[in-house]
């Protein structure tokens, strides 16, 4: 089987628990204003790999990512733009006794099959916003197709992170984490949010690739707008991080 990746990195804490080998697939259908990694969003710039090459790479780092409680992560891009690619992955790590996850925007969540959520331990659901307008604005995309795959996760028992970036002026509305606080909480497979304090850390890729980045002026969320937002969770009896 063949699919087109960006890269492999190792990381820890953020994609999923413990130490994690990361993939990240190529391609995305989403431009969201705040992209850490604008060099996935075209498969044309990705490099054709076998499922048994990225298996092989998986294989060098299977007892180190274990023992440190940790395991793989599919990312990308956007890992469901390769679903066939994605659920052979997942279905041969979690074959050989790793924990899987798979981090996805849920805007394509249809083309996840129940065999492929059954291998994946741990869904990382962006939900980028939750006011519709809102999340058309940071994305350029629906938010509808996230929610109705959340509710479907909610479904099947599967665990789920979620994850939202806090952009100050354009994801912070009261009303708008009031909303994903709300129906989070009402699902019953979400062990936690992640609140992700938006930073500017990607300017220079975007510069590097000859794009724009439109939030190059915006500051990080200060301690006062995540103190509201992490209580505006817990309220809920959402647990945030
Ligand atoms: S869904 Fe992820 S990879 Fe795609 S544009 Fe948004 S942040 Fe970037």
Redesign the pocket.
């Known amino acids: 089987m063949n699919g087109v990746i960006s890269s492999w990195d190792l990381s820890v804490g953020v994609d999923g628990p413990g130490t994690r080998f990361v993939l990240f697939t190529a391609g995305?259908p989403?431009?969201?204003q705040y992209?850490?990694?604008p060099e996935?969003?075209r498969m044309r710039d990705g490099r054709r790999v076998t499922t048994d090459e990225v298996m092989d790479e998986i294989s060098k780092y299977q007892r180190f990512v274990s023992v440190a409680g940790g395991g793989v992560t599919i990312s990308?891009?956007?890992p469901l733009l390769q679903p066939s690619f994605t659920a052979e992955l997942l279905s041969r790590c979690h074959d050989s006794g790793l924990h899987t996850a798979l981090d996805t925007?849920g805007l394509l969540g249809v083309r996840a099959t129940d065999a492929m959520l059954a291998d994946t331990d741990l869904v990382l659901l962006?939900i980028k916003s939750f006011d519709p307008a809102t999340y058309l604005r940071v994305?350029g995309g629906p938010v509808e197709p996230t929610l109705r795959f959340a509710r479907r996760l909610a479904r099947l028992g599967r665990p789920a992170w979620v994850r939202f970036v806090l952009v100050p002026g354009l994801t912070d509305a009261p009303g708008n984490v009031d909303g994903l606080a709300r129906f989070v909480a009402g699902l019953g497979n979400v062990e936690r949010v992640d609140v992700l304090p938006f930073h500017r850390m990607a300017a220079g890729k975007y510069a590097r690739l000859g794009l724009c980045f439109p939030l190059a002026d915006v500051p990080p969320p200060d301690q006062g707008l995540l103190s509201r937002v992490h209580a505006q969770f817990q309220a809920h009896g959402v647990p945030s991080t």
Do not use: A, F, K, P
């Open positions: 995305c989403l431009r969201c992209c850490q990694n996935t969003w990308g891009g956007e925007s962006d994305t």
